[in-house]
């Protein structure tokens, strides 16, 4: 959450969980080997985790070769861009090839079509029925190498609209990439700013109710610590399963940052969006988690969730901030909770941030 007071108790274990990893390894703390620690123990990048605990369980530690490495492959911000910009490279220079199979049978056309012409005007000279035969013969085999030509033109061709259909899924994965978070498959924070940027812009417009949930997994920092990040990672998992199977049409379920979610929800009463928070807290509260390596029964977890509609007056910010008053109020009346813009819980909890 932004700018709220439970801001600092979720990220200060994160922060403390990072500093530590660093003192355990003797490293130099220094931005670098901060952030990739701090994203270890959010347990936002589950390639990051798996490549960095399986160094360690083979070695025991991280060089500064291996944190430039993993530093260079999950945080470089021009990786995204460069993939981006090498499929479009690739993109351009099969055009080039296309143009240039097309001029090579704009070339051999124009050849064959003199040739025809040539022998049109023999036919109107000959002089007897073996010239006559030998200029027929000259057309056939024109004929046959435009036939030729032209099966080979359309087999290249093919070819080339075969590869530019693979560099065009190319990157459209890559797109896809960039705007879905990777460990639950839900929609990213950057997926997540573009779309509702759209649909506030949308609702104001037509004049349509838009309302949001913002969601927060309750005690998720004790299941880091008691069970490890990759139990973490399954309740992560767990409760982004939960968000989707109760969204549909073109309502939008993201991961919001660290364990909170989000779920954008147009032509949608504040009413209606409270039925699909609820709906959301109780298919998470009815999983059982269970921890893959051993098949032990770990309980259940439960989330609380703050519900918003979209004011007149609404600002993007105003809106996502109204939204998490109210999940710092359902936290605050004790977690496992929808708590609304309209309820009374909302109130005390805005006083206690004013003062």
């Not at 861009?81 to 090839?97: H, Y």
Request: charged share 25%; proline share 3%; glycine share 6%.
């Amino acid at each position: 959450m932004t700018d709220m007071p439970n801001d600092y108790e979720r990220t200060v274990p994160f922060a403390k969980v990072a500093l530590d990893q660093i003192k355990a390894l003797r490293q130099s703390a220094v931005p670098r080997n901060y952030e990739i620690w701090y994203h270890y123990a959010t347990g936002y990048n589950p390639s990051l985790n798996a490549a960095i605990n399986d160094r360690l369980s083979r070695l025991g530690t991280l060089s500064t070769e291996d944190i430039d490495r993993l530093h260079a492959q999950f945080f470089a911000p021009a990786r995204l861009g460069e993939r981006i910009d090498s499929i479009g490279g690739e993109v351009v220079i099969k055009i080039d090839q296309i143009m240039a199979v097309l001029d090579a049978a704009v070339g051999s056309a124009s050849r064959h079509t003199e040739s025809l012409a040539d022998a049109s005007d023999q036919l109107g000279h000959a002089e007897d029925d073996a010239a006559v035969h030998e200029i027929l013969g000259g057309l056939i085999r024109t004929v046959k190498a435009m036939e030729t030509s032209n099966k080979e033109l359309e087999l290249r061709l093919t070819a080339s609209k075969d590869e530019i259909a693979k560099l065009q899924q190319n990157l459209d994965e890559v797109r896809s990439e960039s705007l879905t978070d990777p460990l639950t498959t839900l929609a990213n924070r950057k997926c997540f700013d573009d779309v509702l940027a759209r649909m506030v812009e949308q609702a104001k417009l037509r004049n349509e109710p838009l309302s949001m949930i913002l969601t927060d997994i309750d005690h998720f920092k004790r299941f880091n610590d008691t069970y490890g990040h990759l139990t973490g990672d399954q309740v992560l998992r767990l409760v982004a399963l939960s968000v989707k199977q109760n969204v549909k049409g073109q309502d939008l379920a993201a991961r919001y940052g660290g364990e909170e979610f989000a779920v954008i929800l147009p032509d949608t009463t504040l009413r209606a969006a409270i039925t699909v928070a609820d709906y959301i807290r109780r298919a998470v509260m009815g999983k059982e988690l269970m921890k893959r390596s051993t098949r032990e029964m770990l309980g259940r977890v439960t989330i609380s969730c703050g519900v918003a509609t979209l004011h007149s007056g609404d600002t993007i910010q105003s809106f996502i901030e109204r939204a998490d008053t109210c999940l710092y109020a359902a936290k605050h009346a004790g977690r496992n909770h929808v708590i609304c813009e309209v309820d009374p819980e909302v109130s005390p909890v805005v006083e206690m941030q004013i003062a």
